[in-house]
């Protein structure tokens, strides 16, 4: 196993280790701060690659992008049915914990390596670490609505991104002595690939005109029924006639989008996954965002860029308070770009979200030291106040 400390740390196997799992893009970027920051620290520390998501595009292309370490184990689930992945999810991760005995382990965000992870953790008495704990969205519809509440319920360390997070443990009965606000570490990894997100290469690239729009098109409410995604498409293809659109389309619903009428035309570009930086580098330079995606929700709130989210509800309801994301039906989408698209760009309403300032990663990284070494917790919140940065 490769370990990841700061130069000049001493380690050995009976270190405690730190295990990550990981298994969709989301979670690589949320992951990479938190590693970088306990590396620092000199903590012994490994990252578990299910595999969730599993080709290059999807996967290998975030860690050379975010700089993450070569993971000690890649399962391999690949994709399938919840109860299918999920089970081969739960068997690879129960051997992997029982071989390696991790002081804790980290899971990220709602996905089902967060679930497995969770479940097979509480079972072996492993503790462990939720980052991103408390988002809801209230709609037990979604998959991952379920995954959050159960990985929650099941962690001992709760690191929350927004207040909004916090009212809905406290109201869930989670002791405020496991949660913390820490800030998101998403966009620690925005702002740490700031100087790199230039739209020009990729635009370029891509052949697309100066003034475009991004869209991206995956959740199940969306593209798994054939009347959803008829309605999503017919409402993207009229926001195309209005600006260019490049849809990189997620594997997921990709066969479905098609059945709907979502080809290559002249206004519509349908690309491959992109990888981190392209990804965001053409968000940055868009004129528009339209998505069912929760990060880009976020990214688009730091970058300016006017968001609209085609569900019914978000789990980052801060986004719509303190950025630039607005809801939207899909018979909605038309007039709802017509409006982006003449008021131009926008700023975020207000202050940005609390603690969003590019230090999420050394909150999380100081709460995990002092767990490691024994030492108490503070309550939600004043382990990391800004004053004691």
């Known amino acids: 196993m490769r370990d990841f400390a700061h130069p000049g740390a001493?380690?050995?196997?009976?270190?405690?280790?730190?295990?990550?799992?990981?298994?969709?893009?989301?979670n690589f970027v949320k992951a990479a701060p938190v590693v970088r920051a306990l590396a620092a620290a000199g903590v012994r520390q490994g990252i578990v690659h299910t595999g969730q998501h599993y080709d290059a595009l999807m996967s290998d292309v975030f860690f050379a992008d975010l700089g993450l370490p070569e993971p000690i184990a890649n399962l391999a689930v690949g994709s399938g049915s919840h109860a299918r992945q999920t089970a081969a999810l739960l068997v690879g991760l129960e051997d992997v914990m029982t071989e390696q005995r991790p002081a804790l382990v980290v899971v990220y965000g709602d996905?089902?390596?967060?679930?497995?992870?969770?479940?097979?953790?509480?079972?072996?008495?492993?503790?462990?670490?939720?980052?991103?704990?408390?988002?809801?969205?209230?709609?037990?519809?979604?998959?991952?609505?379920?995954?959050?509440?159960?990985?929650?319920?099941?962690?001992?360390?709760?690191?929350?991104?927004?207040?909004?997070?916090?009212?809905?443990?406290?109201?869930?009965?989670?002791?405020?002595?496991?949660?913390?606000?820490?800030?998101?570490?998403?966009?620690?990894?925005?702002?740490?690939?700031?100087?790199?997100?230039?739209?020009?290469?990729?635009?370029?690239?891509?052949?697309?005109?100066?003034?475009?729009?991004?869209?991206?098109?995956?959740?199940?409410?969306?593209?798994?029924?054939?009347?959803?995604?008829?309605e999503l498409v017919d409402a993207v293809l009229e926001v195309s006639a209005r600006l260019p659109l490049v849809v990189p389309l997620h594997p997921r619903g990709r066969t479905r989008l098609a059945e709907a009428g979502l080809v290559d035309s002249e206004n519509l570009r349908i690309v491959d996954p992109l990888g981190?930086?392209?990804?965001?580098?053409?968000?940055?330079?868009?004129?528009?965002?339209?998505?069912?995606?929760?990060?880009?929700?976020?990214?688009?709130?730091?970058?300016?860029?006017?968001?609209?989210?085609?569900?019914?509800?978000?789990?980052?309801?801060?986004?719509?308070?303190h950025g630039t994301n607005r809801l939207v039906t899909p018979a909605q989408l038309p007039a709802a770009a017509d409006r982006a698209l003449a008021d131009g760009a926008v700023t975020p309403s207000g202050e940005l979200p609390p603690l969003w300032d590019g230090k999420a990663g050394f909150r999380i990284a100081r709460v995990i030291e002092t767990w490691l070494r024994g030492g108490n917790l503070s309550p939600a919140g004043q382990s990391v106040s800004p004053k004691s940065l």
Do not use: W
Request: charged share 20%; hydrophobic share 40%; glycine share 8%.
């Open 10 to 26: 001493a380690q050995g196997p009976g270190d405690p280790l730190v295990l990550h799992v990981l298994g969709a893009r989301p």
């Open 276 to 321: 981190y930086v392209d990804f965001l580098s053409l968000v940055r330079g868009a004129t528009l965002v339209v998505t069912d995606s929760g990060g880009v929700q976020e990214e688009t709130t730091m970058l300016g860029v006017p968001c609209l989210t085609v569900r019914p509800n978000t789990e980052r309801p801060i986004t719509i308070t």
């Open 111 to 230: 996905v089902n390596s967060t679930l497995a992870a969770i479940l097979v953790c509480a079972k072996l008495h492993v503790p462990t670490a939720h980052v991103e704990a408390g988002l809801r969205s209230f709609d037990r519809e979604m998959p991952e609505e379920v995954n959050r509440i159960v990985t929650d319920a099941l962690s001992d360390i709760l690191f929350a991104t927004s207040p909004d997070a916090l009212s809905h443990l406290a109201a869930e009965g989670v002791d405020p002595a496991r949660v913390h606000l820490v800030g998101n570490p998403m966009i620690d990894s925005l702002f740490s690939a700031l100087d790199r997100l230039d739209p020009e290469p990729v635009r370029a690239r891509l052949g697309l005109p100066k003034r475009y729009g991004v869209a991206t098109l995956h959740r199940p409410g969306n593209v798994d029924d054939p009347a959803s995604a008829k």
